[in-house]
């Protein structure tokens, strides 16, 4: 089936150091989403892209639709500790009727205060 | 904003037992439902997913079953457990309707079940 590759796996970073994660695929999306996962919870939506090239921002955190419709990338200026957590991206599809979302498998990210 | 409840928040289950996990929704009509599984460590599995009441679609063959008797109501079930279920289940929602771009999807807190 479809699959996102999403890298770095993990990440151990400086607090107030910028993170850059991404996300590809070999299929073309809609919509890509970004979502941060604290442990023990369920995910909470970041981001929401619906356009090839579209850039936005919440807070600290900015990402960008890829223009090939094929990628998505993250990142988050001057890290802070509640930054932990792994972060996912997502993929929209429409399949037999219905929405469907394919998940990348994380970047987990640790920062060092 | 659609809220979305899941309990118990976690659950310890003797190999062979039966399990019933619940999922309601507040905030919204005819959502698309979705049971995910995550394993210790690793990304989202969808496990089933439902547009509508008594309509279940199954990702991927497995040991647990899933139903929607009410709109706003998802109930992931097993006759008996197996080891292999152990993981983090998670409820996910999106409205359904308003076209691709009213689609994202969000999730409950999870139950976190552990097979004994």
């Known amino acids: 089936g479809q699959q996102l590759n999403q890298s770095p796996q993990s990440m151990f970073i400086q607090e107030g150091e910028d993170v850059s994660m991404n996300c590809t695929s070999s299929?073309?999306?809609?919509?890509w989403l970004w979502y941060k996962q604290d442990p023990g919870e369920g995910p909470v939506l970041l981001i929401a892209?619906?356009?090839?090239?579209e850039l936005t921002s919440n807070g600290r955190l900015t990402a960008q639709f890829g223009t090939t419709r094929k990628d998505s990338f993250l990142n988050i200026s001057a890290s802070i500790p509640s930054d932990v957590g792994i972060y996912f991206c997502?993929?929209?599809?429409?399949?037999?009727?219905?929405?469907?979302?394919?998940f990348g498998t994380g970047t987990r990210l640790k920062v060092l205060a | 904003s659609q809220t979305i409840h899941q309990w118990p928040a976690t659950l310890v289950q003797p190999v062979g037992s039966p399990l019933s996990l619940e999922c309601t929704v507040e905030?919204?009509?005819?959502?698309?439902l979705y049971w995910y599984r995550q394993a210790a460590g690793r990304g989202l599995q969808l496990l089933f997913y439902?547009?509508?009441?008594?309509?279940i679609s199954s990702e991927v063959p497995q040991n647990l079953s899933a139903s929607r008797p009410q709109d706003r109501q998802f109930i992931l079930s097993s006759k008996k457990l197996l080891l292999s279920d152990s993981g983090f289940y998670l409820c996910?929602?999106?409205?359904?309707?308003?076209?691709?771009?009213?689609?994202?999807?969000?999730f409950g807190d999870g139950t976190r079940l552990s097979i004994l």
């Open positions: 996910a929602c999106n409205p359904g309707t308003g076209g691709w771009r009213n689609q994202p999807q969000h």
């Open positions: 997502a993929g929209l599809t429409y399949t037999s009727g219905t929405y469907k979302y394919i």
């Open positions: 439902s547009v509508g009441i008594g309509q």
């Open positions: 892209l619906y356009k090839a090239g």
């Open positions: 299929s073309i999306f809609n919509t």
């Open positions: 905030g919204t009509s005819n959502p698309n």
